[in-house]
């Protein structure tokens, strides 16, 4: 199966090279940043985290989601999900892995990584986060390789997958809560002391990463001779559309505990990000489009005749995956760290080395996805032939 993705049409290798060039041009601002340091990122004293966690925040949603497919076809045996199941495991591979990429860019001395095995901390959320992601990746390549492979030869897959299958399903929730308890673990920070962190992780993850997986899907139909069915796209668009409402009103629930309690440390945070403080804003609009999107998007959603319509509903989900990207890859990083615990404000926004190390860093994410889609795609073509 190796092979397949050395063949391709002249769109599928224009679409390559371009990822490639990204990716190099990832790599010298990356040897860049080596050279200089992490004084080359627009990360300081105060703001010590930046777009580089933030991605990985965003991206373990993505990962996590693939449970909305594993879950119902495993355990509900709910078949139109089978043509889609290797889709949605092979997208957590590649974002598991960019994960890892974006932890190894934000050290400042990328190989004290691995301290974190050779000195393990077991009081340390950071130490368990690595743990699970790193075994998510490797559950997800074993499960969607083996089954693959199985369709192929048109046999049943061995029965020693079904365990790990299973066990997929509570490892994909815990590693976004172990994200979010590394945040909800900090006290000084009003804008992630919050009980229901991990569940608005969960419900942005639940709408997020089906809707990128519907985008994909449709770009599949489209590109391919590969249909992954329209019953299954239908059932994905529903989880979308209450994920992301569970999404909106967990935000809500936020937003009246801090302002009913009066709690200024915790209100300057919400101020900061929607409306400017102290002069400072330079997320307000990119947080209010977060929120019109997410509005329009559902009640796009919620209308049966616009997610009967592909184009509405493609369109849809990309107001979705917009909305949730600015929200998380955005929003909640600088949301935490401004203002600081003095309530002094000190803006972060991303250098331009940064900016094309996290392009270079989506740029690989991107390819390892196109050549795992390109394997399954290649297969379920050969197997419906």
Known sequence: MLE?????????????????ALIGVGVICFLYQLYVGLGTTGMSRDVSWGIYIAQLIFLVGVAASAVMVVLPYYLHNYKEFGRI????????????????????????RPFRL????????????????VMVLNGYLLLNIVIGWITLSAERKGIRPPRWIKPLIYLSIPWAISIHTVTAFLFAGLPGRGYWLTAIMAPRFLASAFAGGPALLIILSLIIRRFTKFDPGTKAIQMLARIVTYAAIVN????FLEVFTVFYSQIPEHMDHFKYLFFG??????LRPYMWASMSLAFVAILLLILQQVRHNERLLGLACVMIFISIWIDKGLGIISGG????????????SPTVPELFITLG????????????????????????A
Not at 116 to 126: A, E
Not at 248 to 251: S, T
Not at 277 to 282: D, F, P, S
Request: net charge neutral; aromatic share 18%; proline share 4%.
């Open 4 to 20: 397949k993705p050395l063949f391709g049409s002249k769109k599928y290798y224009g679409w390559m090279t371009a990822l490639i």
């Open 85 to 108: 199941t290797i889709l949605g495991e092979f997208l957590a591979v590649s974002a598991i892995l960019m994960c890892m990429l974006f932890v190894f860019v934000d050290l400042g």
């Open 114 to 129: 691995l301290n974190i095995f050779l000195y393990p901390t077991l009081n340390s959320i950071m130490f368990w986060d």
């Open 248 to 251: 909106v009103f967990f935000f």
């Open 277 to 282: 403080l102290e002069g400072h804003g330079i």
């Open 337 to 348: 760290f401004v203002p600081n615990p003095m309530h002094q404000v000190t803006e972060y």
């Open 361 to 384: 860093v989506y740029a690989i994410g991107f390819t390892v996805l196109t050549v795992l889609y390109k394997i399954a795609v290649a297969v379920k073509e050969e197997v419906r």
